[in-house]
């Protein structure tokens, strides 16, 4: 088993470079199956989530081929109808291989979806916008099944009963390929939905409106091949940013597109972080403790819910009271039993969290609840006194390119271990 050991108490200083956004990435590469040639697509992250899905489509009889380390060219021509294997239940976005399968060969049939427990998280909206494009869709035994009335799939009005970033993405990679026009209302806003819309345009799509509350897509007999690069992660930019401002230091945070992290970075400053936009890079710089603030998760523009329990560890660390409402997700305060193991003090109520900041946190042993919370966790043994493990790091690589490697680039005393596993009675399995 293998954990993460941090030293805290060091200032960070120096620059980091951040990979290609996780949440455009594993929509983007099921996409490049609706081509009917070869994709090139540039700055995919180094990540398990990534790994799993290169794999599966490599299964399902996609030409998969390594141009470099963040680079890969994806061949789908003439491409047989397959079925992903199970393995893909294992994260979140398997359900863009619904959209992409059925817009390409009228069928699909997927396993559910995994992830991160962070809360009820229904693909209802998904399934909704299916059934209006012609779909039969049934869940049976652990599975998506959708198969197309007519053989293809045709345009539909769709009005979102919630915003989903994961249906609106699902309905375009199904309706780019449907015959006439398909419309999404109350559709999600996040960078990486327009960045599916850029990668599907330049293959030949015609997507229209990404980035505002109303999609049009206009449906395409075939697309064609072409060459893409995926924008940079806000959210793992967001996370360097919290460190550094939770260690104190002074970073250069690059590769970025500061509107993307703009109400992140707000927040910072409200919190004391000087932050200066270089136009492709944000520096941060932070000295002393870090004063209160207010937070409520929304939707894009709004604050991500993805940055929540790094931001809520910062706040942990801040002098007074702060309020953090969590709007998007159920259940992702779960992580703050884990920081008070460090000393942080935090009443949860559903879904707010009262904070009140204490002067430091001390070293313990702490797991990583999920994706974001492995994050905080990591964020806390920075700015904590002594030494803190993390277990269950695998959360943590579904999303973070190189994450001990890029902190140690910026002086943190961070290491990864591999220690024996016990069973229940103490023996070592090892």
């Not at 290609?20 to 090139?40: S, T, Y």
């Not at 229904?122 to 909704?128: A, G, R, S, V």
């Not at 250069?252 to 509107?259: A, H, S």
């Amino acid at each position: 088993m293998t954990q993460l050991l941090i030293r805290g108490g060091r200032r960070l200083q120096g620059s980091v470079e951040i990979s290609g956004a996780k949440n455009a990435a594993v929509a983007i590469l099921p996409a490049a199956l609706l081509v009917d040639g070869e994709c090139r697509i540039e700055n995919i992250p180094q990540i398990s989530d990534v790994t799993l899905l290169l794999e599966s489509m490599a299964d399902m009889g996609a030409e998969v081929r390594t141009v470099n380390r963040t680079t890969m060219d994806i061949g789908c021509r003439d491409l047989p109808y397959r079925e992903p294997g199970p393995a893909m239940g294992e994260i979140r976005a398997s359900y863009y291989f619904i959209g992409a399968l059925l817009g390409r060969f009228g069928k699909a049939r997927v396993p559910m979806p995994g992830g991160c427990d962070i809360g009820v998280r229904p693909i209802d909206q998904h399934l909704k916008g299916m059934r209006a494009m012609g779909a039969e869709v049934t869940v049976e035994s652990g599975f998506v099944r959708a198969e197309a009335r007519n053989g293809r799939l045709h345009g539909a009005n769709i009005y979102l009963d919630v915003v989903s970033v994961g249906a609106t993405m699902n309905i375009m990679l199904a309706a780019a390929l449907a015959k006439g026009k398909t419309v999404i209302e109350n559709a999600a806003r996040e960078p990486h939905i327009v960045d599916l819309a850029n990668f599907l345009n330049a293959m030949g799509a015609d997507v229209r409106g990404a980035g505002t509350s109303v999609i049009r897509i206009l449906g395409t007999d075939k697309l064609h091949g072409g060459t893409y690069t995926i924008i940079p992660d806000q959210i793992e930019a967001g996370t360097y940013l919290a460190a550094t401002a939770a260690a104190g230091g002074d970073v250069l945070v690059k590769n970025v597109i500061p509107k993307h992290l703009f109400s992140i970075t707000a927040k910072l400053e409200e919190m004391g972080a000087e932050i200066i936009d270089l136009g492709d890079a944000v520096r941060i710089r932070t000295e002393g403790p870090l004063r209160t603030a207010n937070v409520k998760t929304m939707p894009y523009p709004g604050f991500p819910t993805d940055m929540q329990p790094q931001i809520v560890t910062c706040l942990s660390l801040a002098g007074g009271t702060s309020v953090v409402t969590e709007d998007v997700w159920d259940n992702r305060f779960k992580y703050v039993s884990e920081l008070a193991k460090m000393g942080a003090k935090i009443q949860v109520d559903g879904k707010t969290a009262v904070i009140e900041g204490v002067k430091k946190l001390s070293g313990a042993t702490v797991k990583a609840c999920d994706l974001r919370a492995g994050a905080a966790m990591v964020i806390a043994g920075l700015a904590a006194e002594g030494v803190t493990r993390i277990t269950e790091i695998h959360h943590i690589q579904r999303g973070y390119e190189e994450m001990v490697e890029k902190l140690q680039g910026l002086g943190a005393d961070i290491r990864e271990e591999e220690v024996q596993e016990e069973s229940e009675s103490g023996r070592s399995l090892a």
